[in-house]
């Protein structure tokens, strides 16, 4: 990398030092760096997160400490990002992803770290909250014309939910519109495929990793 | 309420009455927690805002508590009342139970969860405290049942799916989670009650099931993200375990037939010997087929055993 306020936000967020991360991105910007350069920074160290995480080297705890590490940095990127994308008319982005946490829901930690995961690998992230209405989901993908509705429910009470959306899409005529993502701690691939979903997340990573291939790009 | 268990178990005939299913949130709403209804048979969940962010709101909840906030709270008396009466009407034919959350899950209904994760790296001292009040509100919910004898013989529950492999280190489990079910065990086990342990997740991860026994528990219940096999194996004469047919692939996807093809699989692995309890692996949904419901306990029922501990499984 050979610079070292990058090896240092890298560093920093995957220890997951969530305070420091955002003045090491502003360091970066005055010192010059591409934005591309910072945020492809920022997600290979996410991405490192990830592997950890996979080999159970890391838990929730050191998740969470990354993502918000992540994700503050991000914050401070965002106009440079924006800024980028009107002087070059557009960023060659992943995909738009709707995602939120079903109705009767209120859990939120697996979808934030979804959001962050997906973010980090490139994708436009719609974070539409907990508890979220079905029509709500069709409504805001219709809205940022999106490619993949990623839906997240943590109960045996509320994975049904899936379904649903599934079948309301159906119902709206809009089914072939979008790939649907589903994951959650009781949802397993058996489930997705009785429910007629187009792929499972296991985790945050895997989210991405089957993102990615809805999208054709792995 | 207590005819609705009692009824309900006259029809499936379940060796067990878990008293306050689904109602685990209601003695952290007694404090003030705010519960979040949801449609249909759901039971209501914990929702932001959470009622500790400091140490000041968790000496307010100390106060709380202290001044009786669980015991006039009308639905903590209800669910006491009702394990209660079903213990007066059917606790010699069937083990009672009352349920709750353990600790640690507790502490995250009072923090928020993610704060509760974050705090196990930025202020550890923080969460012991909150930890050390979520026993103390344990023993508080159970206290009257406890104080009057009528949990003697049944059972306690501690539930405590935030503790999960998966989602904190075997380090973590260690520190935060053990010596707290421990201390739980232990008080249950003076006042001569039974102790039922659940945790979600697969406990092969980093061997920590060898952390177990060490709870004091009763029994423990396998969630079906390991093989009961294995928990056999390694838990044999150390502890009474539980489960692990799924309650979602299983139970609410497959039919009769699965159901019964899944509860030889755990009969065969685990109850040689004796020492294990057929059961779901965790809370079935409520859209699981009443036959299926009725397979599985079948199934158990029908089992025998003979004098050398072999089993006999139904044709």
Redesign the interface.
């Given at each position: 990398m050979g610079n070292e306020v990058l090896e240092k936000l890298q560093e920093v967020i995957i220890k997951?030092k969530r305070a420091d991360s955002p003045a090491l991105v502003t360091q970066a910007i005055e010192d010059g760096v591409d934005v591309d350069t910072i945020i492809n920074t920022m997600s290979d160290a996410m991405k490192v997160v990830g592997e950890k995480f996979s080999k159970?080297e890391y838990?929730?705890?050191?998740m969470?400490?990354g993502a918000?590490a992540f994700k503050a940095g991000f914050d401070v990127l965002r106009p440079k990002l924006e800024e980028k994308v009107k002087k070059t008319g557009g960023q060659s982005k992943k995909g738009v992803i709707v995602l939120g946490t079903v109705?009767?829901?209120?859990?939120?930690?697996g979808k934030?770290m979804v959001a962050s995961a997906l973010q980090a690998a490139g994708f436009e992230v719609h974070d539409i909250g907990i508890?979220v209405p079905l029509e709500k989901f069709i409504e805001k993908a219709e809205e940022v014309n999106a490619d993949i509705i990623a839906l997240s429910a943590l109960?045996?009470?509320?994975?049904?939910e899936t379904k649903n959306l599934i079948e309301l899409l159906k119902q709206s005529g809009v089914r072939e519109k979008y790939k649907v993502l589903i994951g959650g701690?009781?949802?397993?691939q058996?489930?997705a495929d009785?429910v007629g979903a187009d792929a499972y997340g296991e985790d945050a990573f895997d989210a991405v990793n089957k993102a990615k291939k809805l999208m054709g790009l792995s | 309420m207590a005819d609705t268990y009692i009824s309900i178990n006259e029809k499936v005939k379940a060796d067990i009455i878990f008293c306050g299913s689904g109602m685990n949130n209601f003695p952290v709403a007694a404090l003030g927690g705010r519960l979040k209804y949801m449609k249909g048979a759901n039971p209501p969940d914990i929702g932001p805002p959470f009622i500790v962010s400091n140490e000041e709101d968790l000496n307010q909840l100390y106060d709380k508590m202290e001044n009786g906030a669980m015991d006039e709270d009308p639905i903590v008396q209800k669910i006491r009342e009702a394990t209660k009466m079903v213990v007066e009407r059917v606790g010699d034919e069937v083990l009672v139970c009352m349920t709750a959350f353990g600790p640690f899950t507790y502490t995250g209904q009072f923090i928020g969860i993610e704060n509760l994760m974050l705090n196990l790296a930025e202020n550890p001292d923080f969460v012991h405290k909150v930890l050390k009040f979520s026993n103390k509100f344990h023993m508080k919910y159970y206290e009257p049942l406890i104080e009057d004898g009528v949990l003697k013989d049944q059972m306690v529950v501690i539930t405590d799916p935030m503790s999960a492999p998966g989602l904190i280190s075997r380090k973590s489990w260690e520190e935060y989670v053990l010596p707290y079910h421990k201390e739980l065990c232990d008080y249950y086990s003076s006042k001569g009650s039974y102790i039922w342990l659940h945790v979600c997740g697969d406990w092969r991860q980093e061997d920590r099931w060898e952390l177990i026994p060490k709870t004091g528990a009763s029994i423990f219940f396998c969630d079906p993200k390991f093989d009961i096999g294995f928990a056999k194996e390694k838990l044999n004469g150390k502890i009474c375990i539980g489960g692990n047919v799924d309650q979602v692939n299983v139970l609410n996807l497959g039919k009769p037939e699965d159901v019964k093809k899944s509860a030889i699989e755990c009969l065969k692995a685990a109850a040689p010997g004796g020492g294990y309890m057929l059961s779901a692996g965790c809370d079935i949904p409520p859209t699981v087929p009443y036959d299926n419901v009725k397979m599985l306990i079948d199934m158990g029922r029908k089992t025998k055993y003979t004098d050398d501990g072999d089993i006999i499984l139904p044709d």
């Open positions: 997951g159970g838990f929730i705890t050191e969470l400490l918000h109705i009767n829901d209120i859990h939120d930690i934030n508890d109960l045996t009470t509320t994975m049904g701690a009781p949802i397993s058996k489930f009785a | -």
